[in-house]
């Protein structure tokens, strides 16, 4: 059974910085791309980055270029997203998820978890 | 690539046949997924490529359009189904999504 759960967030003020994890099972996890995405509270889905199998290849959304880094230990099964220079429009749940690069689509995800920016 | 949903939310009735549509600021292909997000859940894939359901998603539920319009189209609404409807384009990165559409009951 793929299970991909988040974990890293909380609290945070602004200019701060965070890491986020996210672990999979279940699948070979080297040979998939992965990505983040997020959620404003209330608000709707925001893609954040991408990476390849291998990591490679890496893709982000203008919002977050700059200030975000996404990275992957194959050898943990892990995913992760660096956040500086944290502002209060970053407060949302981070998603993690699986990309199915065939057609490139988001077949599992993480449960989500919450960073909170805020003084 | 802008998405664009329509309408923002809608409420309809268990049983009802319902329409979502979403438009893309330029043409993606068939580049297009939607996703379910019911409260405070992790989204969930409902079509891909514009038109294929995953395995396990009902045969209510079917996706069609290529280019810049697309449209989700729940036959027969049923209880299960209320919540937030996503599209996603894969075109090109930055991958958009669309504001989402709220399915209300009626």
């Known amino acids: 059974e793929v299970q991909l759960v988040e974990s890293g967030g909380g609290l945070v003020q602004p200019g701060g910085s965070l890491r986020l994890s996210c672990e999979a099972s279940?699948?070979?996890?080297?040979?998939?791309?992965m990505t983040w995405a997020r959620q404003a509270p209330g608000k709707g889905l925001e893609w954040l980055s991408h990476?390849?199998?291998?990591?490679?290849?890496?893709y982000y959304a203008d919002s977050v270029k700059g200030r975000f880094t996404i990275s992957r230990d194959n050898a943990k099964n892990s995913l992760y997203l660096q956040m500086n220079s944290l502002r209060a429009e970053d407060t949302a749940v981070y998603y993690c998820?699986?990309?199915?690069?065939?057609?490139?689509?988001?077949?599992?995800w993480g449960q989500g978890t919450l960073v909170t920016v805020s003084s | 690539i802008q998405m664009t949903q329509s309408p923002s939310s809608l409420s309809a009735s268990v049983g009802d046949r319902v329409t979502i549509t979403c438009r893309a600021s330029q043409s993606i292909s068939t580049s297009l997924n939607w996703y379910q997000q019911k409260p405070g859940k992790a989204p969930k894939l409902l079509v891909y490529?514009?038109?294929t359901l995953p395995s396990g998603v009902p045969s209510r539920f079917s996706s069609s359009g290529s280019g810049t319009d697309f449209t989700l189209t729940i036959s027969s609404l049923q209880p299960e189904d209320f919540a937030t409807y996503y599209c996603q384009q894969t075109y090109n990165a930055p991958w958009t999504f669309g504001q989402g559409t709220k399915v209300e009951i009626k």
């Open positions: 990476i390849s199998g291998s990591g490679s290849t890496i």
């Open positions: 279940g699948f070979i996890f080297s040979t998939y791309s």
């Open positions: 998820a699986r990309v199915v690069t065939m057609n490139y689509y988001f077949d599992y």
């Open positions: 490529a514009a038109s």
